[in-house]
């Protein structure tokens, strides 16, 4: 069962900007996109890098350790690295590509909620 918490105000983000929250102890980036609001995952699936030192261009969002790509509307991933050849598969292999978790974004107002699973 999830449940809707307050993240940040609109007025927090600007068009084409992310920002790094705390909610209900979990790291989450906001981004906002074309007048959207996203939510995911403030670390990287491949090793943990912190994506609030990232970059967002339109709704690709880029790891700062090694250029991982993540589309912020729904997690799935674009690039894994920017590695290649033999250096790719065996990051690969020692790190699967997995998708970066995203969450249900609602703005009530100006208040921007993310939905998290009740544990």
Request: with cysteine; glycine share 8%; charged share 20%.
């Amino acid at each position: 069962m999830s449940e809707f918490f307050e993240a940040a105000r609109v007025t927090d983000l600007k068009e084409g900007t992310i920002k790094k929250v705390m909610v209900s102890g979990h790291g989450i980036l906001l981004a906002m996109v074309k007048g959207h609001y996203y939510a995911v995952d403030i670390l990287c699936p491949h090793l943990e890098g912190d994506l609030s030192q990232g970059t967002l261009w339109e709704t690709t969002l880029t790891c700062p350790m090694h250029n991982s790509q993540f589309d912020v509307r729904d997690g799935h991933v674009i690039r894994w690295t920017d590695q290649t050849g033999i250096r790719l598969t065996l990051a690969s292999q020692t790190h699967p590509p997995r998708p970066l978790k995203h969450y249900p974004v609602l703005v009530e107002g100006d208040k921007i909620l993310i939905a998290l699973e009740r544990f």
